[in-house]
């Protein structure tokens, strides 16, 4: 039995997954404050539920652009939602109507028109090390 599990390790069974750097560079920060809260996803049911993500970063604004490295994510498809957290009272603030009032961003630089986008939207594949530019919006 023993010699069956090590020939199925080395054909790749239960062979560890890959980790790979991603590096976001977060730009068009207005004002120089709060901290940007960074939600990683990883299925389309928990995309954008609060509460839901796969891993969550806050960075401290240091300047009009924030880059910060992850390295603990591996080989998947993912989307990313962030805001800028002004007020640093750890949620994002929303209008009457359910739209953000501090700034926001997602993955492939979606810019929603009259609803939230999907995972699907926003998806993107990591398979190698990989930096990613999302803008901030307003």
Not at 43 to 52: C, I, Y
Not at 68 to 96: H, M, P, V, W
Not at 108 to 122: G, L, V
């Amino acid at each position: 039995m023993k010699y069956l599990l090590v020939f199925f390790y080395f054909l790749g069974f239960n062979a560890p997954s890959e980790d790979y750097k991603l590096r976001l560079s977060i730009q068009n920060i207005q004002e120089v404050k709060g901290n940007i809260e960074v939600g990683i996803y990883n299925t389309s049911d928990s995309f954008l539920k609060e509460g839901q993500a796969l891993k969550t970063y806050i960075i401290p604004v240091d300047g009009n652009t924030v880059t910060y490295e992850i390295d603990d994510l591996l080989s998947g498809n993912y989307a990313i939602a962030i805001y800028q957290d002004k007020n640093t009272d750890g949620k994002c603030n929303l209008n009457f109507i359910g739209i953000p009032k501090e700034p926001y961003g997602f993955s492939n630089n979606i810019k929603p028109k009259f609803s939230a986008p999907s995972f699907k939207d926003c998806e993107f594949s990591l398979n190698s090390n990989r930096t990613l530019e999302i803008k901030l919006v307003e």
